[in-house]
């Protein structure tokens, strides 16, 4: 670490604790509020006992540890202004919630919940202000020419040349490129035509690093084929001090996110497509749990009514229950009202030749294994309210892709169109692009379109407005079959 990085760490962990320290005296004021005004004599005659002062020191400690804890002290240069302020937002919680457990446990009445709310929504907002504003003045300060970091990228492949592309067109990172490392091959001379160099090839880059002023190596090398020359290179760097990072593209996918991960002394670089994991994910299924139990309770009458009228009206049990295809491919049973004869299933084939939708899926508007209710319960969507219990069981979302039958997945599987399977990498739902953009009208692969668009593209914003456009799509019928 140079002197300017360790005087720049040293500064913000100070801030931090200043910041932490204001907004404990912030978390105060409505306390004081209540007790009124005080005079400076009775303000300067108030006595701090010692066991809180070091009480509080040690909270300060331990609030230090957090923050290290989650590298709000290492390197963000290359990481995004959003991910550093959600690292702030889990210091921060974290640091609440010690705060509060030592009041519980210390017995201090003065720290209430609203306190402990108080002291984390100010030190959210000023930690994470402070932090961005940093990150601006840092960037300015690199594009004008100081404090670069000298890189060295090992690998002359087309992934390294795009990646140093991305490098050079963000001067404010502070990042100089002192060349390419690799054996001559024939790939070597496109390095050129984008204004770069070997400055060394692979049997003298140690000798070239000894020499050579670099802050970070970056790997770009094929692992399969050059593993032993990339594993001495990162422990030559190790000894050095010098940082190493490791492109994680490595298979040059696509449409998947990549993200770091640990477990013991095991590193991971993780390719997921969609969400993996997280407290949006953890949010998603809580909302569900909820709305779906005050909507089973709020519309029972209704369920009643049709479970009678599907009794009366037809042969047969009240629900249609079929295994479907669910999240990562994992069978489950979906629950809906039954709208056909008792034996729609064997006479499937019998009409599959009128088939008015193009791919493996089944559907016919006017189907006649439908019940004298049947069309009006598809209709009004109200055969699909069964389905909530999935959801409360949590084999569905309220939002999702609409999870296929075993039949048609197996059709699905013969096209052997593998992009289409990446709907299967979050959980299906009652609801979604589909059934809001027209439904069963829509060609088979419009609907594979829009279930991707919606993996992709994912956020709780994207379910809320989804769930806003699905009352007047079921109101209107469109679609419906």
Same mark, same amino acid.
């Given at each position: 670490?140079?002197?300017?990085?360790?005087?720049?760490?040293?500064?913000?962990?100070?801030?931090?604790?200043?910041?932490?320290?204001?907004?404990?005296?912030?978390?105060?004021?409505?306390?004081?509020?209540?007790?009124?005004?005080?005079?400076?004599?009775?303000?300067?005659?108030?006595?701090?006992?010692?066991?809180?002062?070091?009480?509080?020191?040690?909270?300060?400690?331990?609030?230090?540890?957090?923050?290290?804890?989650?590298?709000?002290?290492?390197?963000?240069? &290359?990481? /995004?202004?959003?991910?550093?302020?959600?690292?702030?937002? +889990?210091? !921060?919680?974290?640091?609440?919630? @010690? $705060?509060? %457990?030592?009041?519980?446990?210390?017995?201090?009445?003065?720290?209430?919940?609203?306190?402990?709310?108080?002291?984390?929504?100010?030190?959210?907002?000023?930690?994470?202000?402070?932090?961005?504003?940093?990150?601006?003045?840092?960037?300015?300060?690199?594009?004008?020419?100081?404090?670069?970091?000298?890189?060295?990228?090992?690998?002359?492949?087309?992934?390294?040349?795009?990646?140093?592309?991305?490098?050079?067109?963000?001067?404010?990172?502070?990042?100089?490129?002192?060349?390419?490392?690799?054996?001559?091959?024939?790939?070597?001379?496109?390095?050129?035509?984008?204004?770069?160099? &070997?400055? /060394?090839?692979?049997?003298?880059?140690?000798?070239?690093? +000894?020499? !050579?002023?670099?802050?970070?190596? @970056? $790997?770009? %090398?094929?692992?399969?084929?050059?593993?032993?020359?990339?594993?001495?290179?990162?422990?030559?760097?190790?000894?050095?001090?010098?940082?190493?990072?490791?492109?994680?593209?490595?298979?040059?996918?696509?449409?998947?996110?990549?993200?770091?991960?640990?477990?013991?002394?095991?590193?991971?670089?993780?390719?997921?497509?969609?969400?993996?994991?997280?407290?949006?994910?953890?949010?998603?299924?809580?909302?569900?749990?909820?709305?779906?139990?005050?909507?089973?309770?709020?519309?029972?009458?209704?369920?009643?009514?049709?479970?009678?009228?599907?009794?009366?009206?037809?042969?047969?049990?009240?629900?249609?229950?079929?295994?479907?295809?669910?999240?990562?491919? +994992?069978?489950?049973?979906?629950?809906?009202?039954?709208?056909?004869?008792?034996?729609?299933?064997?006479?499937?084939?019998?009409?599959?030749?009128?088939?008015?939708?193009?791919?493996?899926?089944?559907?016919?508007?006017?189907?006649?294994?439908?019940?004298?209710?049947?069309?009006?319960?598809?209709?009004?969507?109200?055969?699909?309210?069964?389905?909530?219990?999935?959801?409360?069981?949590?084999?569905?979302?309220?939002?999702?892709?609409?999870?296929?039958?075993?039949?048609?997945?197996?059709?699905?599987?013969?096209?052997?169109?593998?992009?289409?399977?990446?709907?299967?990498?979050?959980?299906?739902?009652?609801?979604?692009?589909?059934?809001?953009?027209?439904?069963?009208?829509?060609?088979?692969?419009?609907?594979?379109?829009?279930?991707?668009?919606?993996?992709?593209?994912?956020?709780?914003?994207?379910?809320?407005?989804?769930?806003?456009?699905?009352?007047?799509?079921?109101?209107?019928?469109?679609?419906?079959?």
């Amino acid at each position: 670490m140079t002197l300017w990085r360790k005087a720049l760490t040293d500064l913000l962990k100070l801030t931090d604790l200043l910041l932490l320290t204001i907004s404990f005296g912030v978390a105060t004021l409505p306390i004081l509020a209540r007790l009124g005004l005080v005079s400076f004599a009775q303000f300067f005659s108030i006595r701090i006992k010692l066991q809180n002062f070091l009480v509080f020191f040690v909270l300060l400690c331990v609030w230090r540890m957090i923050f290290g804890m989650f590298g709000l002290y290492s390197s963000k240069r &290359l990481a /995004s202004r959003r991910a550093e302020v959600m690292d702030v937002v +889990r210091a !921060t919680s974290l640091a609440a919630a @010690v $705060l509060e %457990l030592g009041a519980f446990v210390l017995g201090f009445r003065m720290v209430t919940l609203s306190f402990v709310f108080t002291f984390w929504l100010f030190s959210t907002f000023a930690i994470a202000t402070t932090r961005l504003a940093l990150r601006t003045w840092l960037r300015r300060f690199r594009a004008h020419g100081h404090n670069r970091r000298n890189m060295l990228i090992v690998g002359s492949n087309s992934r390294a040349v795009r990646f140093a592309k991305n490098i050079k067109s963000r001067p404010d990172l502070g990042y100089s490129i002192l060349g390419f490392a690799d054996s001559e091959w024939d790939g070597a001379e496109d390095l050129k035509q984008h204004g770069y160099s &070997l400055v /060394s090839d692979l049997e003298h880059l140690p000798e070239f690093i +000894r020499h !050579t002023v670099v802050d970070e190596v @970056v $790997l770009a %090398l094929p692992m399969r084929s050059f593993h032993t020359n990339s594993a001495q290179l990162a422990e030559l760097c190790e000894r050095q001090g010098i940082i190493v990072r490791l492109l994680s593209d490595l298979f040059d996918l696509k449409a998947g996110q990549v993200r770091g991960d640990e477990f013991g002394s095991s590193t991971f670089v993780i390719q997921y497509a969609g969400k993996a994991e997280g407290w949006p994910l953890t949010i998603k299924r809580m909302f569900d749990f909820v709305v779906s139990l005050v909507l089973i309770i709020l519309l029972g009458p209704l369920l009643l009514v049709a479970a009678i009228l599907i009794k009366l009206t037809s042969p047969g049990p009240v629900f249609f229950v079929q295994r479907r295809v669910g999240y990562n491919k +994992r069978p489950f049973y979906i629950c809906k009202f039954r709208t056909m004869v008792a034996d729609a299933e064997d006479k499937l084939r019998d009409f599959e030749h009128l088939n008015e939708v193009s791919g493996p899926v089944f559907k016919i508007k006017n189907d006649p294994r439908l019940t004298p209710v049947g069309g009006f319960l598809r209709r009004t969507s109200i055969d699909e309210l069964p389905q909530l219990f999935n959801v409360l069981l949590g084999d569905m979302s309220l939002v999702g892709p609409r999870p296929l039958q075993v039949r048609d997945y197996d059709l699905f599987t013969k096209n052997g169109e593998d992009w289409q399977r990446r709907r299967f990498s979050v959980r299906p739902g009652i609801t979604c692009l589909w059934q809001v953009n027209g439904r069963s009208s829509l060609p088979f692969e419009q609907w594979m379109e829009l279930d991707l668009k919606y993996v992709q593209q994912w956020s709780l914003w994207l379910d809320f407005e989804i769930l806003a456009r699905t009352i007047p799509a079921v109101l209107k019928g469109s679609g419906a079959a």
